[in-house]
């Protein structure tokens, strides 16, 4: 991407006079932070956020050279050069992984005589689940975080920086400060309380229930499914997998994000937070689908299979998902980007949030009318989609 020796820090002013001016400072990628300082800010309940996980992206290769993320995670010290902020950063040298799509917002850019990239991306790469973008201890001020990022994307004269799938609780502080907001939709089941998935089915209209039943039968017949998490998971099983997301990857993506030492890493540093959900036939494995485990949420992300069988895909994906939910006590599954499929399966609209900031103020505007009607035409799709909801009425 040739600017990485460019990338610079500095200090970021206070927003109120009575504040200590902060020094804000970017690592040579999550590696070069202590697991534990990085730990601290991240917090637990979501895996993605931890060391662990974003350092075997860079481990694995997943990012880094050649793959169009460069790592740039951003630092904020207090006065004794202990981490209080991190921003998990990007600079980014395509629109690829994200699940936010700004393409158009390149070309206008390109278009007007500008250079779009690289821009800053705040995200986990290639997972669109929320979650927090600015990793506070306790205490800590959110807008010396988003001024550190400002400061980075002037200094180093990029387009914009991009902060995606944005936990909703700290959207006021990206509105504060004046970046714009997008919204979105995803797909998300909700634990009501349910004691099994029988349970489940009971707030389901007769006829979804009845659907639902025949899909599960149709995938299973046949097919046995095993849950695989901790000292269970092996590299045969990994082996496994591979196959699988190489196959929907190259036909999703072109090629597959993630490099197979990314699963082995995963697998050594926490296993305990990985749900394996593997269809086999006879013995051999056909199908899976690679869930984290959080504080209150399942989260799923890759599947990919080598034999079609009808259904399999909603029965590993969906189903066996609440079924782990509900074992586990979690709130809620989160099932990844998109998927209308995801209603008839119990699954609800909810809003996605993401904030842009576009130091340029032509651009600035043109986007953020953009969004405003964007916005709009987003809240009128997740009325129609609610009333779609297999659910009973009343």
Request: charged letters at 20%; hydrophobic letters at 40%; proline letters at 6%.
């Amino acid at each position: 991407m040739g600017r990485r020796a460019a990338f610079r820090g500095g200090i970021v002013r206070p927003i109120f006079p009575s504040v200590t001016a902060i020094t804000a400072r970017i690592a040579e990628g999550v590696r070069a932070v202590p697991a534990n300082q990085w730990d601290a800010c991240a917090g637990k309940g979501n895996p993605f956020l931890s060391h662990a996980f974003l350092s075997a992206l860079e481990e694995s290769g997943s990012v880094g050279p050649g793959s169009g993320w460069q790592p740039l995670p951003i630092i904020v010290d207090d006065a004794d050069g202990v981490p209080q902020a991190i921003v998990p950063a990007y600079a980014k040298g395509h629109s690829q992984g994200e699940y936010v799509f700004d393409h158009s917002w390149a070309d206008a850019w390109e278009r007007a005589g500008g250079d779009y990239y690289p821009k800053l991306q705040i995200a986990v790469p290639f997972t669109p689940v929320p979650g927090p973008r600015l990793l506070l201890r306790d205490g800590a001020d959110p807008a010396a975080a988003i001024g550190a990022v400002e400061a980075v994307v002037r200094q180093n004269g990029l387009s914009s920086a991009h902060a995606t799938f944005v936990d909703e609780g700290q959207l006021p502080a990206f509105q504060a400060a004046g970046w714009l907001t997008r919204a979105g939709t995803q797909f998300h089941w909700a634990n009501r309380g349910y004691g099994s998935f029988d349970d489940f089915l009971t707030d389901l209209a007769s006829r979804k229930r009845k659907a639902i039943r025949k899909e599960r039968a149709a995938a299973l017949d046949g097919v046995t499914v095993r849950h695989l998490t901790g000292r269970d998971l092996t590299e045969a099983h990994w082996d496994a997998f591979w196959a699988f997301y190489q196959d929907t990857g190259s036909r999703k993506w072109g090629r597959p994000y993630l490099t197979r030492r990314f699963f082995s890493l995963l697998s050594q540093t926490m296993a305990d937070d990985v749900l394996l959900i593997l269809a086999e036939r006879d013995g051999r494995p056909i199908a899976g689908a690679l869930n984290l485990i959080g504080g209150d949420a399942l989260y799923g992300r890759y599947w990919g299979a080598v034999e079609e069988v009808p259904f399999l895909h909603f029965e590993l994906c969906y189903y066996q998902a609440i079924d782990a939910a509900i074992a586990r006590g979690l709130q809620r599954v989160e099932a990844g980007a998109q998927g209308e499929h995801k209603l008839a399966r119990g699954y609800v609209p909810v809003t996605t949030w993401s904030a842009h900031f576009l130091p340029d103020p032509g651009f600035r505007a043109a986007v953020a009318d953009f969004l405003e009607r964007e916005r709009a035409a987003v809240g009128q799709e997740q009325e129609f989609l609610s009333e779609m909801t297999p659910f009973r009425r009343g």
